[in-house]
């Protein structure tokens, strides 16, 4: 396994844009892929993006070119540019990083709301 910690989360306006980075213990080229999950309240948790290691990419629908996934496996780091906020984004966003048994960070609030 490996230990992963969120940042960037916070308060933004509709419209506006905040970028999330999920910091990784070990490298993570060993991963099927890293990816960005998120949970709104009363809510199942839902994928947003993922990255595989050679830099392939999978959007959920909803992010409608809004989103955009990256990775730097020289500093063992994956990024989530969100851009467009929407009201219906606000989450706890969540790092992943998928392999026989899935690790998870402990999760970033993006709240959207004027």
């Known amino acids: 396994q490996v230990q992963l910690v969120e940042s960037g989360g916070g308060l933004v306006q509709p419209g506006g844009s905040l970028r999330l980075s999920c910091a990784a213990s070990?490298?993570?080229?060993?991963?099927?892929?890293m990816g960005w999950y998120r949970q709104a309240p009363g809510k199942q948790r839902e994928l947003v993006a993922t990255?595989?290691?050679?830099?392939?990419?999978n959007y959920a629908d909803f992010v409608q070119a809004r989103f955009t996934i990256s990775r730097d496996n020289a500093k063992n780091t994956v990024s989530l540019q969100m851009n467009s906020l929407k009201p219906e984004d606000t989450a706890v966003y969540y790092c992943n990083a998928r392999a026989v048994v899935d690790s998870w960070g402990q999760g970033t609030q993006v709240t959207v709301s004027s």
């Open positions: 990255i595989r290691p050679g830099g392939g990419t």
């Open positions: 070990r490298s993570i080229l060993s991963f099927y892929a």
